[in-house]
């Protein structure tokens, strides 16, 4: 009966990520809007651009191949895959074994990949460009990732999420030079993952700043729906990470009642509220940097994350 | 009646290539003169094959043992297939119109002399007539060196001769003082220079004497071995003279030389008090195989560059027997044979390739493996087996010398894996462009494939022992690596 | 008694290869020995896995060649059965992919009779018990190979790579001699029990183990040994590149096991692992750097499996310093990671070159900036050249990650080691081997997307044909064991564990099968899991899922037209990323400080018809402080030397008179 | 009895060592057969006493050989080449003929120094005639580098030679003295006719670059 309600509640988790993706896009967008003092869309415009999207004919370059037009739906699974096994409300689901944190990233990596190939695949110029600065951007956003990974597991001796999580709730914590790096160090990665300010910005398509735009430039109708998905997917997981490690607070574990889950679900909500809310004021905050100020960037990320890894490996033996 | 088997043996193995000599001298027909000499070589070699069923004893002029057997057997199988090479590479020769048949009449009558030459120096026991010997065939070789009689070939003929007297004038004041230190003790007359004798009473003999003599024996029969800085003579002497001297130069007569230092290493270790030879052959080998190595990578002439490679591995073959003990010598024993073999096996490739290309200039000679696959394999397998790479056996003997060497003299070792390297690499260097890349200048079609048997036939036999030794070799080498101490 | 019938069967393949030399002209021959070469190795792959599956006791076996005194010793245990697999399904599988590319072979000739002799040292490599025959093996696989990379000898390019490949293998020779010449001692026990069982003092052992990692590492390709290694591996028929690529490298890798796991014993300094994996690690991040720069596609390969070395060392590095600290059970898990790594990169090495190889005889191109567009002409090679791409990327589920994550969890077991620098090593360490992991997934997007994707640069690749199906079946067959051995991790983890054990003083990883779902536990569930195969199945759903549902309650139509690309349809091919441009940010970032990256732009002024002109130099800071001064020093020194080739007798005279008095002088001082 | 027959074949010995000595000292090339011919005609008389109070007869043969070959023949014919081949008169030395004394000097100090430890068995008069026998060796040696000549080369091949049959003369009953004095002769014979053949002038050891390229295909990069 256990094993039952816990796929249940994991396949809920499922849905529910899904479902709030884009409405956390919405949310940032409106914030944003409201930050600049105009109104800005409804909180509900990315549903509806979905809609519409997935209505429209897809419209291929002549020179696409199959590779094109399966890379959307490689890349909406993976990242829907990694979203669904970071702890969002409740920690230790039925799977949340199934891929560690090192996987995870390693899962979005596999989105990337096919992400960039699909943006080489017509043959044109700005798709040649995006991919090859995604890339760049990727193999230093991901070491920094890594980086931080190991931090985390020094730390909770585990580099399960969930058991994370947990680790973090219990008291013996306390307050580390190495977490403040490692939260920022994963703060800068996940600014450049999302393509958001200062790294790339979402709403251009002024060609020589843009990266993850580039990319999917050839896309359209259904593919470009489920890669919009996908991207705010993607932001989503990055909240819910950044929640789930460093503000557990409210979440259950497997195995409660259902209120415990609602609670759960409540706290959560709020978290992603919050995460939005901050995301906005960072990028209203401040202006985009130029293509090459980004490996410093990035590069000091890196340099964070080791140097809290470092901290621990030698504090562990104080 | 073994024994006299044996002796008979013995007289044949110095009998016919004397008699073959005179008969070739008057001998006006080449062709003939060829397979005559060819012949003779052969009933040598038999001669020399029954001495593994027969041991002769030993007299005050002559003996057979564990270390000379094997050496006389090689020695006669290579002079038989080079002799067999020669016929048909003497026959371009004359075509060619570089020898006449008058000079093959000679060269023929010169070549049986020098294997009798040879043949005495392996069986004398009586170090005067060692002495004898390798003079003799200092001056055979000496004539057959300049027999093209071009300006070059004079030279290299005249300074070989000057070095080589010098060098057996050394060699002889070397024997005049071992007799001088044999003298006191086993009184006048020959037993003092019968070597069998003179070993055993060698551990009462005046050490300052004997180590004086040492040092001129090693100058003077080293300056035959080629060692470095003895042996500005050897490699104008091997590119000047025809192809099969220069095979047997490199295959037997520097075994010689060598054969008579070891004959007076031996005496040294017998003397307890005299000093250790093995540190001065050691950097007498160390000094030849770097500086061989150096030198290969200028040279423009394949025959120097190969005389340069004979060098190199008399070094090693020195080094060896200077830091003695069983492996290393056993390995230098091994090292002695392989390297006759081998060779002598590339020089009947190289006179081959110096035909069909008209040239010795490495710089003209390209892509011989795609014009002429046999000469150019041969050529290639020649030089690996050379160089110590397996399934050759020479990789055996490099094996047991460089590991036993580090595993007793690591600072030893370091330069002897530097020179080999270095020596494997300018070889190589050439080997490319010789048996590589696109081909140019004159292609004549090569030899018969029936002409290359020789070189086949050392090739294979290289392999085969890179592969197996047969026990009774193994039992004399590792007789002779204990009496080498 | 497996053992005389794997030395029969590798004898087989010697005599098959003395076969070829005579038959060689004949049309039929090709097909003849590989379809041989096939069936042994085939045979060979089986006796290995059911000896290793069923941890069969080791098998020993002498023969009365080599040494007359010690005989020719052969040992079958579980470490040597492991690689045997490697070796044999690696041979196999380019037999397979040679029984179609071998008939556009210019030069049968130059391959045939070195092919199966290849194969069959690498196998009495692993057999041989002894030093005498292992450094036999040894010698004779480079020779063997060093013939391969000839056979196309014309090209001045590749005789050089032959060249600098025989040398550098030379001086690894040299080296592992010295290495068994301190091992053996000074009376010669050659044979590995003998050695097995000497003592040897520390300062030995360490110049043991630093002569073993030249020895095996210039075979394998550790920097700063590597050179020769991208200019060879190349420069072979592509089947043969992938044995050389995928297998004679972890060959080395085996010598290097053999030799400081099993026959030096326990490591007894720290500094041991420490040393291992700062080499490696250097030689993870040089190599895909490299890699990065290329755009020649085998030259790209060859670079990357410098890396995927640097990779399996960072993991024997740290099996090496936990050993050192009587941690077995995270050397376990280390030494786990490392072989798995063999495997995998076998897998997808041979893989990619065989690709490659399918591109090289569809279009006559290594060149990517001349490819193109071949997904179109040749799917099933793009589908399967992806994969691997995906594989080498370490993507999951596909098995590359697989043994880099276990490498990772080996790093995050440092800490418990006591050594100050080891603590600062491994996270470094860990880092390198992220970023070179992040590296290769930009330099496959590269590989892949330039030369499959886009437009053809050049008409060669417009007039690409499908490869036959000879070569289509080895990649296929190579592309589903990626993916078997990346979802099924659990398996060859317990497979390898005999080999772990063999090495690792008994201690192997927990036995995997019995985990739910077959997910990959190395150390305890609560520390890290994986479960490949519940990610695949995942995927698989969501992405079905997402599918169905659009096209069926959305829409499934599509319409063609060119692309818009920002509003400049059509443009010409020319207009396309290329290579170089796909690097460039990579090369400003990293280049500029690792290879003195230079950019030249000459533009010509406005109205002027010319073309502009884009060119990058690159410099090799090893060839530029290592070798080049090397070779200059010996040209200079050989070219004083000459001179004494062309004194006068005179001179000669002189020198052996000085010699004389020279000795005399020493004996008269002597006392 | 004892001294007298030694000091003589110590005399004689003595006396090789200084026409080695003057041999060195010459630097006309007549004057040198001149000198060669005394140091010859020493020999003769060393072997001749040796012969005698070794009571072997054998050597009165080798110093026969020595009286008529090398006393006579040779200096003889070389001076004949010499005519012919119209080597001009004068040698010029390598290093002034000061320093060639020096030179030689040490190198009789360097034999005598080599001989003193040899004790054991031999007397002290023939250890002394000894290190005459090496001293002469060294000194013909040291003619042989020293001059850019091949007349005077072939002279100090022979005075080392000398010096080797003093030593073999000198040791008592050495077997096959003759055949060796023989042999040696030959080696000369061939010397002497090898430069009459080969026509080799004055300063014919030197070798010619460019000949050398052309000649040999070595290239001296």
Redesign the interface.
């Known amino acids: 009966m256990a094993l039952i309600t816990g796929y249940l509640v994991q396949g809920g988790q499922m849905l529910l990520i899904l479902l709030l993706a884009p409405l956390i896009t919405g949310w940032v967008r409106t914030l944003k809007a409201q930050l600049l003092c105009r109104r800005g869309p409804s909180l509900l415009q990315p549903y509806r651009d979905l809609r519409k999207l997935l209505r429209k004919d897809v419209v291929l370059a002549g020179s696409a191949s199959w590779l094109f037009r399966v890379a959307p739906y490689l890349i909406f699974a993976a990242i829907w895959v990694a979203a669904a096994l970071v702890p969002t409300f409740a920690s230790g689901l039925p799977f949340s074994w199934t891929a560690d944190l090192i996987a995870i990233v390693a899962l979005l990596g596999t989105a990337r990949f096919f992400l960039a190939l699909a943006g080489l695949d017509t043959g044109t110029s700005f798709g040649g460009i995006g991919a090859s600065r995604e890339m760049m951007i990727a193999s230093l956003a991901e070491p920094a990732m890594l980086m931080m990974v190991f931090t985390l597991s020094l730390l909770a001796g585990t580099t399960e999420l969930s058991a994370v999580a947990q680790f973090m709730l219990t008291a013996d914590v306390g307050l580390r030079v190495s977490l403040a790096l490692a939260l920022l160090a994963l703060v800068m990665v996940a600014i450049a993952e999302n393509a958001r300010i200062p790294v790339d910005n979402p709403a251009t398509h002024l060609e020589l700043t843009m990266v993850h735009e580039a990319m999917v430039l050839e896309y359209s109708g259904r593919h470009l729906a489920l890669i919009e998905l996908a991207a705010s997917l993607k932001l989503l997981l990055y909240l819910s990470l950044l929640s789930c490690i460093f503000v557990p607070w409210g979440m259950t574990t497997a195995g409660e009642d259902l209120t415990a889950y609602l609670t759960g679900i409540a706290a959560y909500l709020a978290k992603l509220g919050l995460g939005g809310f901050l995301l906005a004021l960072f990028e209203t905050g401040i202006a985009k940097m130029r293509v090459f100020r980004v490996d410093q960037f990035l590069g000091a990320a890196l340099m964070l994350g080791l140097l809290g890894a470092l901290l621990l490996f030698v504090s562990r033996s104080l | 009646m073994n024994s006299d088997l044996g002796w008979m043996a013995m007289t044949t193995l110095l009998a016919i290539p004397a008699g073959a000599a005179l008969l070739l001298a008057g001998l006006p027909r080449y062709r003939l003169g060829a397979r005559l000499n060819a012949g003779a070589a052969l009933i040598s070699l038999l001669a020399s094959m029954t001495l593994f069923w027969t041991q002769p004893g030993a007299n005050v002029y002559l003996r057979v043992d564990d270390f000379n057997i094997y050496l006389i057997v090689l020695n006669n199988l290579v002079s038989f297939t080079t002799s067999a090479f020669s016929a048909g590479y003497i026959a371009h020769e004359l075509e060619t119109g570089r020898l006449t048949p008058k000079h093959l009449r000679f060269y023929h009558a010169m070549y049986q002399a020098l294997v009798f030459a040879m043949n005495l120096a392996l069986l004398a026991n ?1 170090i ?2 060692l ?2 010997a390798i ?1 003799l065939a200092t ?1 055979v070789t000496v004539l057959m060196v300049g027999i093209y009689r ?3 070939a ?2 290299a003929a ?2 070989y ?3 080589g ?6 060699a ?2 070397g024997t ?2 071992v ?2 230190a044999a ?3 086993m ?4 037993p ?2 019968a070597w069998d004798q003179l070993l055993t009473h060698a551990h009462a ?2 050490p ?2 004997l ?2 003599a040492f ?2 024996l ?2 003077g029969y080293g ?1 035959k071995a080629g060692l470095v ?2 042996h ?2 050897l ?2 002497a091997h ?2 003279g025809p192809t099969p001297i220069s095979a047997v130069l490199s295959g037997l007569l520097l075994n010689v030389a060598l054969y008579a230092v070891l004959r007076f290493k031996m005496l040294m270790n017998a003397n307890p008090s005299a ?1 250790a030879p093995g540190p ?1 052959m050691a950097g007498l080998g160390l000094l030849s195989l770097l ?1 061989a190595g ?8 394949i025959k ?1 560059l190969f005389a340069y490679s004979s060098i190199e591995h008399m070094g090693i073959m020195t080094f060896a027997f200077g830091m003695g ?3 290393a010598n056993f390995a230098g024993l091994l090292h002695m044979t392989m390297h006759s073999l081998t060779k002598s096996a590339i020089f009947f490739a190289v006179g081959y390739i110096s035909q069909v290309k008209g ?5 003209t000679i390209h ?1 011989l ?2 014009t002429h ?1 046999l000469l150019g394999w041969g050529l290639v397998a020649g030089v ?1 087996a050379i ?1 110590g ?3 050759f056996g020479v ?2 003997s490099e ?2 010398v ?7 003299e690591p600072w030893l ?1 370091l330069p002897l ?1 530097i020179g ?3 020596g ?3 070889l ?2 050439r080997l ?1 462009g010789i048996a ?3 081909s140019q200048g004159a292609n004549m079609p090569g030899p018969a494939p029936v002409t290359a048997l020789p070189m086949m036939m050392h090739l294979i036999l290289v392999l085969a022992a ?4 047969p ?1 009774p070799l ?1 039992a004399w080498f590792q007789s002779v690596a204990a009496l080498l101490g | 008694m497996p053992l005389p019938l794997l030395l029969s069967l590798s004898m087989i393949l010697l005599a098959i290869g003395l076969y070829a030399i005579l038959a060689s002209r004949r049309a039929s021959c090709s097909r003849q020995i590989y379809g041989i070469s096939l069936v042994i190795c085939v045979i060979l792959l089986g006796m290995a896995l059911t000896h290793l599956l069923n941890a069969a006791a080791p098998v020993t076996l002498t023969l009365p060649l080599g040494l007359p005194w010690l005989g020719a010793h052969f040992r079958l245990d579980a470490l040597s059965a492991f690689f045997l697999i490697v070796v044999n399904l690696g041979g196999a599988v380019a037999s397979l992919f040679a029984l179609g590319y071998g008939q556009h072979e210019p030069a049968p000739g130059r391959v045939l009779p070195f092919y199966p002799a290849f194969l069959a040292d690498m196998n009495l490599v692993l057999l041989a018990d002894d030093a005498f025959t292992f450094l036999f093996a040894w010698e004779f696989m480079s020779l063997s190979s060093w013939a391969l990379v000839m056979a196309h000898h014309r090209e001045p390019a590749n005789a050089r790579a032959g060249y600098l490949y025989l040398v550098m293998a030379c001086l690894g020779t040299l080296a592992l001699l010295l290495a068994f010449g301190l091992l053996a001692g000074a009376n010669g026990g050659y044979d590995f029990a003998t050695i097995r069982t000497v003592e040897m003092t520390p300062g030995l052992a360490a110049l043991a183990l630093i002569l073993a990692l030249i020895g095996t590492g210039s075979k394998a390709g550790l920097v700063p040994l590597h050179v020769w290694l991208p200019l060879a591996h190349p420069a072979a028929p592509s089947h043969v590149s992938a044995l050389m690529s995928g297998v004679m490298t972890k060959v080395a890798v085996y010598g290097f096991i053999r030799i400081v796991f099993d026959l030096l014993g326990e490591p007894v300094a720290w500094w041991w692992g420490g040393l291992v994996l700062a080499l490696g690690g250097i030689t993870a991040v040089l190599g895909v750097l490299y890699a990065l720069m290329q755009h020649d596609l085998k030259r790209l390969l060859a670079y990357h499996t410098v890396e995927n070395i640097g990779i399996i060392f960072i993991g024997l590095g740290l099996a090496l310093a936990f050993q050192s600290n009587q941690m077995y059970a995270s050397a376990a898990l280390a030494l786990t990671a490392a072989l798995f790594h063999v495997l995998n990169h076998s897998l997808f090495k041979s893989l990619l070159f065989m690709g490659t190889g399918a591109v090289l005889t569809a279009t006559g191109e290594r060149d990517m900036e001349r490819l193109g567009g071949l997904i179109h002409p040749m799917p099933w090679t793009a589908l399967a050249f992806l994969i691997g791409a995906a594989a080498i990327s370490a993507l999951p589920p596909l098995n590359g990650f697989v043994s880099e994550w276990l490498t990772f969890q080996a790093i995050l077991l440092t800490p418990e080691l006591p050594q100050w620098l080891l603590k600062f090593l491994a996270p470094a360490a860990g880092a390198l081997l992220a970023l070179s992991a992040a590296l290769a997934a930009a330099c496959f997007v590269k590989a892949f997307g330039i030369t499959f994707l886009g437009r053809p640069r050049s008409p060669a690749a417009a007039k690409a044909q499908e490869t036959d199906r000879y070569s289509l079946a080895a990649l296929f067959s190579l592309a589903a064991l990626c993916l078997l051995a990346g979802i099924l991790p659990g398996l060859v983890v317990d497979g390898l564990s005999p080999a772990v054990g063999l090495l690792n003083g008994g201690a192997q990883l927990p036995a995997q099968q019995s985990q739910p779902w077959l997910t990959l536990v190395p150390v305890a569930d609560v520390k890290s899991s994986y479960n490949g195969l519940l990610v695949l199945l995942f995927m698989a759903l969501s992405g079905i899922f997402a599918a169905v549902s659009i096209h069926r309650f959305a829409s499934n139509s599509v319409r063609r037209s060119p692309a818009w690309d920002c509003g400049f349809p059509n443009a010409s091919p020319a207009a396309q990323y290329t290579a170089g441009s796909f690097a460039q940010p990579i090369r400003r970032v990293f280049g500029s400080v690792v290879f003195q990256a230079r950019e030249h732009v000459t533009m010509p002024p406005p109205g002027d018809g010319r073309a502009a002109q884009f060119a990058v130099q690159l410099r090799d800071p090893v060839w530029d402080c290592g070798y080049a001064p090397l070779t200059a020093a010996i040209i200079k020194i050989s070219t004083k030397l000459n001179y004494l080739q062309y004194l006068t007798i005179r001179q000669y005279l002189s020198l052996v008179f000085g010699a004389l008095v020279l000795l005399l002088l020493g004996i008269a001082l002597w006392r | 009895m004892h001294s007298l027959e030694f000091d003589i074949a110590h005399f004689l010995a003595g006396s090789m060592v200084v026409i080695s000595l003057l041999l060195l000292y010459q630097d006309r090339l007549y004057a040198l057969l001149k000198v060669f011919a005394l140091h010859s005609l020493a020999l003769t008389l060393a072997v001749g006493w040796q012969a005698y109070i070794q009571e072997a007869h054998h050597l009165y043969v080798t110093a026969g050989i020595a009286l008529i070959f090398k006393a006579i023949v040779i200096p003889a014919a070389l001076y004949r080449i010499v005519r012919r081949l119209g080597i001009h008169r004068t040698l010029e030395v390598v290093g002034g003929v000061g320093r060639d004394m020096l030179a030689g000097a040490a190198l009789v100090a360097l034999a005598i120094l080599v001989m003193l430890p040899v004790t054991a068995g031999t007397d002290a008069v023939a250890r002394e005639d000894l290190a005459f026998a090496l001293a002469v060796v060294l000194l013909g040696l040291l003619l042989m580098v020293n001059r850019h000549n091949a007349v005077s080369l072939v002279i100090g091949f022979m005075s080392l030679e000398n010096g080797l049959v003093l030593a073999a003369a000198g040791a008592r009953g050495m077997p096959l003295a003759v055949e060796i004095s023989v042999a040696f002769s030959v080696l000369i014979a061939l010397i002497v006719i090898g430069i009459f053949l080969f026509r080799i002038r004055e300063r014919f050891d030197s070798v010619d670059m460019q000949a050398m390229d052309a000649f040999r295909g070595e290239r001296r990069r």
């Open positions: 009586n005067g007539l002495w004898v003079e001056l071009t300006r070059e004079l030279e005249w300074k001769f000057i070095l007297s010098l060098g057996i004038a050394l002889l004041f005049i003082l007799y001088l003298q006191p003790v009184g006048q007359g020959l003092a220079m003999f005046d300052a004497l180590n004086l040092i001129f090693l100058l300056t800085p003895l500005a003579w490699p104008d590119a000047e000093l001065l500086f150096f030198m290969f990578y200028r040279r423009g002439d120097r003990g069983p492996l040239t010795q200039r490495i710089s892509g493996t795609a696959p690996m160089a790479m397996p399934p990789f055996m094996f047991l460089v590991s036993s060497t580090f595993a007793r070792a894996v080999l390297l270095l494997f690499g300018t190589l260097w490319h590589f890349g696109e890179g592969f197996w030794l026990g193994v």
